[in-house]
């Protein structure tokens, strides 16, 4: 295991706690119905989050998911505004009109996306990654989705085209075994979900997702490689979702020792070991949790308080062509 500052550790810790603390929020919300429509909540996953995005550039784009609050958090993401997004509230990242599955703030985040079409991000990805090489713009696109879009036609179609033209694109798969209520492995054929990459010639890694640093490594490893002009590579993380699908799915369909090994291997509580091994105290990490405990109180104040969008906006903002990673001019 490589050696890291404390100071690293720790903001790897802080985004981790802090994503915890949003998502908790957010279930806490939809559990007492403020909020509209459903969530999925990436809790067990934050390890693999923050260290994933610690390896991205600036000037660097990504693409999400369904389940993407924790990809949002970890890039920067003002939790005021993305909590808002989740009331459908105007002074949300989408004005209250995408919700919890469509958060997009491409201004400060370079954020192409969340998407609620399983496999969707995929070819925007690749389409990212191919206005950047046209572009010269020095970008990697990071891709982030599940295990279950991997079955998807658009995991192949788009891997074998940015293999080809050899696009500056990373995939990132948080692969938590149950994509919906399926068992990865009960669809697909192979242990590592990664692996596929390779049929292409893409390289690939699989990495322990509950540990922030590994995912850390694999990434700037991944980002390097596609930056310098060698193409795509892939980077699988095993993780663990602690809830069901949605929130409020009791995942019955999920084997008891599946939770038991989760919660064994939880990964804020694994880096809060080695912190305390690399100077911390347990009172600094406490103050850390104290503090995101706060600022995620204060965003769902935020969001509770703010207005509801203009009816009359309704049409306003649903296409978009005037950015210059657009087609459509």
């Known amino acids: 295991m490589a050696t890291y500052e404390k100071d690293f550790l720790m903001q790897l810790y802080r985004t981790m706690v802090r994503i915890r603390a949003f998502e908790e929020k957010a ?19 934050e390890a693999a989050e923050a260290g994933a995005f610690a390896a991205i550039g600036p000037q660097d784009y990504f693409t999400s998911t369904h389940r993407g609050h924790g990809h949002a958090i970890a890039r920067g993401a003002d939790p005021n505004l993305a909590m808002a997004e ?7 990242y989408c004005k209250g009109k995408g919700g919890s599955m469509h958060i997009a703030d491409m201004e400060k985040m370079n954020h192409l996306g969340a998407n609620g079409i399983v496999g969707a991000g995929q070819p925007i990805s690749a389409g990212s990654a191919l206005a950047s090489k046209i572009m010269g713009d020095g970008a990697v696109t990071v891709g982030c989705f599940g295990d279950g879009s991997t079955n998807e036609g658009s995991f192949h179609e788009a891997l074998n085209m940015a293999a080809a033209w050899k696009l500056p694109l990373v995939w990132f798969i948080e692969n938590n075994c149950y994509g919906v209520s399926t068992e990865i492995h009960r669809v697909t054929n192979t242990p590592d979900l990664a692996s596929r990459a390779a ?30 002009g060698q193409g795509p590579y892939v980077v699988e993380a095993k993780v663990y979702r602690y809830q069901g699908h949605y ?30 091994d690399a100077g911390a105290t347990a009172e600094e990490l406490e103050a850390v949790k104290q503090a995101a405990e706060e600022e995620m109180a204060a965003a769902v104040k935020f969001a509770d308080e703010s207005p509801y969008p203009d009816p009359a906006t309704v049409l306003d903002d649903m296409y978009v062509s005037d950015n210059e990673r657009c087609v459509a001019r």
Not at 32 to 39: C, F, T, V
Not at 199 to 228: C, F, I, K, L, W
Request: charged share 25%; net charge negative; hydrophobic share 40%.
């Open 27 to 45: 279930a806490e919300c939809f559990t007492k119905g403020m909020l509209a429509g459903n969530i999925h909540l990436s809790i067990g996953q």
């Open 199 to 228: 049929a292409y010639g893409v390289p690939y890694a699989v990495v322990d997702g509950t540990d922030a640093t590994a995912v850390y490594e694999a990434m700037v490893t991944a980002m390097d490689h596609a930056r310098s």
């Open 86 to 92: 989740l009331f459908g509230k105007a002074t949300g």
């Open 247 to 276: 929130c409020g799915d009791p995942a019955v369909y999920r084997p008891k020792e599946y939770m038991e090994e989760a919660l064994e291997k939880d990964g804020i509580e694994k880096l809060g070991r080695r912190l305390l």
